[in-house]
């Protein structure tokens, strides 16, 4: 959603001569994710508006599609039906080929490391030493956390142990990361999967926090939204596209919505950053399929 946001709300920055005399028509894929904080049809009408404003400015048409399936979206950008696409990056490797070739856009800021970072944290004062000694025990995780699921489950998976829903007693939603790990600091859970950004501006507001609670995994995965151009879209719009998206954080209107995010400016898709998550993603498909084949040999 962060993305979808980010680059509907700040093309109307470019100036209108940046696509003047092109009769191109731009199609842009937008998944309607069930878990934001907004109505279907709320999410529809606002980018449809955006789309308005964004078309006038550029001077080109931009036709939106919405979907509320990724296997949708998927099959219409394969057959070139869609020009531009924002997912989220566990559907991006899930079900789209990446290679050094792709031209897109993500959030950055200069921490962005640790907040591309997943740490599973529980209490010190619980002597829990392995992730083996969390079984029967609460769980905290956000409810949109997609990559921090996988992360949890893969974890427990390479142990033999079952999947998280069923490993603890029970799993606590939030839709905030801090508010898990404060849930975690008060004692009203005993795990909880936050970044490692988040885990370290806590410590910095209350040094409290890192004296009693403790890390017990840590993985570099990718957590941010992702944008991506078809293949074959014409090159000219690409590279147009890619130097106003370059120096869109010179605009004080976009940074002041960049920190709403907590990021600072977009900066060009790498393949190279999801590469860990796709291998995190094998893993687990492995595994479900090693399940399932001593499952059918019992």
């Known amino acids: 959603m962060l993305l979808l946001f980010l680059c509907v709300a700040f093309l109307p920055i470019f100036t209108s001569a940046l696509y003047a005399g092109t009769q191109m028509k731009l199609h842009v894929g937008h998944l309607i994710y069930s878990s934001v904080d907004a109505s ?54 899930k079900s789209f080929e990446l290679d050094e070739h792709i031209v897109g856009f993500s959030p950055s800021r200069d921490d962005a490391n640790a907040y591309n970072t997943l ?17 029967g025990k609460r769980l905290g995780i956000a409810n949109v956390d997609e990559v921090g699921r996988l992360f949890i489950d893969v974890l427990l998976m390479e142990e033999g142990l079952p999947k998280h829903q069923e ?29 490692r950004g988040t885990l370290d501006l ?28 078809h ?13 106003a998206i370059m120096t869109l ?13 907590k990021a600072d400016r977009l900066k060009r898709f790498s393949k190279s950053d999801h590469d860990e998550l796709k291998l995190f993603y094998d893993r687990y498909r492995q595994y479900e399929q090693e399940r399932a084949h ?3 040999s019992r």
């Open 167 to 195: 490993f603890f007693s029970k799993i606590v939603t939030e839709k905030r990361r801090s508010k898990r790990l404060l849930d975690l600091f008060f004692d009203k859970i005993d795990a909880a999967v936050v970044t």
């Open 249 to 261: 954080h010179e605009h004080e209107r976009v940074r002041q919505i960049l920190m709403l995010f």
């Open 294 to 296: 001593d499952s059918r």
């Open 40 to 93: 279907p049809k709320d999410i529809k009408i606002t980018l449809s508006l955006w789309m308005e404003e964004l078309g006038d400015h550029v001077g080109i048409p931009i036709e939106s599609h919405f979907y509320s399936s990724i296997e949708l979206l998927e099959e219409d950008f394969s057959k070139g039906e869609l020009d531009y696409i924002l997912v989220r990056p566990l559907d991006l490797v």
């Open 231 to 243: 293949k074959d879209t014409d090159p000219e719009i690409i590279s147009r596209f890619d130097s």
């Open 119 to 135: 740490v599973l944290l529980v209490r010190n004062d619980k002597a829990i030493v392995s992730i083996h000694g969390l079984k």
């Open 202 to 229: 806590a410590k910095e507001m209350n040094p409290q926090v890192g004296m009693s609670i403790e890390v017990l995994k840590e993985k570099r995965l990718q957590m941010s939204m992702a944008s991506i151009f």
